[in-house]
């Protein structure tokens, strides 16, 4: 399975993008997705996503800024990014995540994660 991210680019501080991922050949229906992030030089941080009682997060970083959501019918996961600043330039990867990620943590990879390539982000100052 290869999720794909899309909506990635360069913005101006203050401007707003969207990130969508998508699963070709499977469904997203039933399972938990989360976006993580790594910014040059940094490793890898969780962003928002969901759990499996419905529940979303958004690490304290972004919240008030980054919205969360999924279709269930596009089959499809957003990210919603506004008032974005230079600190958010980062690689953003759409993750379903084989244990529910802790956001307070840094995110890593296991091996029964799906993960897909990446969608880079650049916010200029």
């Known amino acids: 399975l290869q999720l794909v991210e899309s909506g990635g680019g360069l913005v101006q501080t203050g401007g707003s993008l969207r990130l969508s991922c998508v699963p070709p050949?499977?469904?997203?229906?039933?399972?938990?997705v989360s976006w993580a992030r790594q910014a040059p030089g940094k490793g890898l941080e969780w962003v928002c996503g969901?759990?499996?009682?419905?529940?979303?997060y958004c690490v304290d970083s972004v919240k008030g800024r980054f919205t969360f959501s999924r279709s269930d019918v596009e089959n499809t996961v957003y990210l919603q990014m506004n008032d974005l600043r230079p600190e958010d330039t980062a690689v953003y990867y759409c993750?379903?995540?084989?244990?529910?990620?802790?956001?307070?943590?840094?995110?890593?990879?296991?091996?029964?994660?799906?993960w897909g390539q990446g969608t880079e982000v650049t916010v200029s100052s």
């Open positions: 993750v379903m995540p084989q244990w529910p990620p802790i956001p307070s943590l840094a995110a890593k990879r296991y091996p029964g994660d799906f």
């Open positions: 050949g499977f469904s997203f229906r039933g399972s938990t």
């Open positions: 969901d759990f499996s009682d419905g529940d979303t």
